[in-house]
Structure formats: C-alpha cells, structure tokens
C-alpha cells in the first residue's frame, strides 16, 4: 500500500479528534460531569468496536485477553486523559490551541519513543528535523495561547 494511503485514516482520525472535544465538551454540560460525559464517550466507541468486531468474524480474537505485556492494555488509559482533557481544555482556551497541544504531547512522545525504541517500535534517529518541528509546535502553541 502507498504510504500516503497510510495516513489517510489517521487524518480522518485527527480531524475527527478535533470535533470531538467540543461535542464531548457539550455532553459535559448535558451530564453536568467531566468524567461522566468522557465515559459515556468511550462507552459509544466501545459499543461501536465489539459491535463491529463481532460484524467482521473476529470475536474469537477477544479470547486472547490477557495474553499480553502490561502496557499493552494502556491504550484505553491513553484515550481517556486525551478525551477528559481535552473536553476541559477546549471550553477554555479554545479547540485549536487544544490541539496544538495533543499535537505537541504526540510529537515529543512519539519522537521519544522512536528514539529508544519504546513499545517494541524500532530505533529511529532523532535528528534536526524533529528538533525543528517540536520547536515549531511550541512556538504555534505560544502564539495561540497569547490571545486567550
């Protein structure tokens, strides 16, 4: 597959995070929780994946729960600080610095992870390119939260 095609889906992906905040935001206000409304979102999302999951003839990989190293059930973890804070940050400082920020936490782990080869992930150099874009990230950043 091209490598384009590769990061189509995480782009979709991305632009639907950022719509995703200000409608979790909303649901906030609905419930009246922060919390509450993040795990009514995931529980969509959860209902959606076994849901297809078992639509696509894969419900016999859910057997192998358990099977893996710790860390490999963080995932969720991960998704939940992401949609909590995000859902308190975007009411406050607005869905693009928010995002800038995710962006920003996303490069430098991610570029961290590259470099030590965290996760099972082979070791990739870190070079004045990533050095530049995280730079970059933190002054975009800067700049959007000086007119909040």
Not at 30 to 47: E, R
Not at 48 to 68: D, E, F, K, R, Y
Not at 82 to 90: D, E, P
Not at 120 to 134: E, K, M, N, T, Y
């Amino acid at each position: 597959m091209d490598r384009i095609a590769y990061v189509l889906l995480p782009l979709l992906g991305g632009a639907l995070i950022a719509a995703q905040a200000p409608i979790n935001a909303r649901l906030r206000l609905v419930v009246g929780s922060p919390i509450a409304s993040a795990a009514l979102s995931f529980l969509g999302g959860t209902i959606i994946l076994v849901a297809g999951t078992l639509i696509v003839g894969q419900g016999s990989s859910l057997i192998n729960i358990g099977g893996g190293p710790w860390w490999a059930y963080l995932g969720g973890l991960c998704g939940a600080v992401l949609v909590f804070g995000t859902l308190i940050a975007a009411p406050k400082v607005g869905v693009l610095p928010t995002f800038i920020a995710v962006v920003l936490g996303q490069v430098v782990l991610a570029a961290a992870i590259d470099y030590f080869g965290w996760f099972g992930q082979p070791v990739a150099s870190f070079g004045w390119d990533r050095i530049l874009a995280i730079i970059l990230l933190l002054a975009s950043l800067a700049l959007l939260l000086r007119r909040v």
